[in-house]
């Protein structure tokens, strides 16, 4: 089953509003990737951290990864519709495969 | 530069059934991963290809199997099929060694189980 715990499960939001979804682990990683996935699509890369401590943006996307290296969040300013997706978390040690959290469903209202 | 391509995007089986899903990875890269996702949930990874070569492999029993050409395009078999490998199978793929930052994802495949 899935070892990362992400949260809210959804979100409703208006346009314009900002957003934070987080992440949490029972393991330690050393990479923290955030994805968006669309329907009947494969998950798009948003962000990349790979150092605890860590914060990038990439737009109105800011994503950190946490000092313990057992967490990590995403925050969306200024939402817009184009945002309406799901958004999962990552991690990965080493060389290891990517795992996944369950998703954040945003919904946003014009 | 193409992406990730999948094949077919959708199909039916039947229990019992065996089924096999394509992967042509993106243009430079040489290692292949297969994730497993229900409806509702994130990926779960099945197993990764390098040098023909199954390199790693997730909670998955050996029904799963899967295969590496020279051309570094993938194969997943799936033996026995059972309703609850009813799922969308996404192939990733990366540079050898890549971090979670080099995968590509394709679109998937809609495997339904009746």
């Known amino acids: 089953g899935q070892q990362l715990n992400q949260s809210p499960q959804s979100m409703f939001i208006q346009e314009g509003e900002d957003v934070s979804m987080n992440c949490t682990s029972s393991?330690?990683?050393?990479?923290w990737l955030w994805y968006k996935q669309d329907p009947g699509e494969g998950p798009v890369l948003l962000i990349a951290?790979?150092?605890?401590?860590e914060l990038t943006s990439n737009g109105r996307l800011t994503a950190q990864f946490g000092i313990t290296r057992k967490d990590s969040f995403l925050n969306i300013s200024a939402s817009i519709p184009s945002d309406v997706g799901i958004y999962f978390c990552a991690g990965q040690e080493g060389g290891n495969d990517m795992r996944f959290g369950a998703g954040t469903r945003l919904t946003v209202k014009p | 530069d193409a992406g990730v391509t999948q094949s077919p995007t959708h199909l039916i089986k039947t229990r019992g059934q065996q089924v096999t899903l394509r992967c042509s990875p993106k243009?430079?890269?040489?290692?292949v991963s297969w994730y497993q996702q229900a409806l509702g949930q994130g990926p779960q990874f099945i197993f990764q290809y390098y040098e023909e070569e199954e390199r790693q492999r997730g909670n998955f029993p050996d029904r799963f199997s899967g295969h590496q050409f020279p051309n570094y395009s993938s194969e997943l078999n799936v033996n026995a099929l059972w309703l609850g490998d009813s799922a969308l199978y996404l192939c990733?793929?990366?540079?050898?060694?890549?971090?979670?930052?080099?995968?590509?994802f394709g679109s998937g495949t809609r495997l339904t189980v009746v």
């Open positions: 951290l790979y150092k605890a401590g």
């Open positions: 243009s430079g890269h040489d290692t």
């Open positions: 990733a793929s990366s540079y050898v060694g890549g971090r979670g930052y080099g995968y590509t």
């Open positions: 393991s330690i990683f050393n990479t």
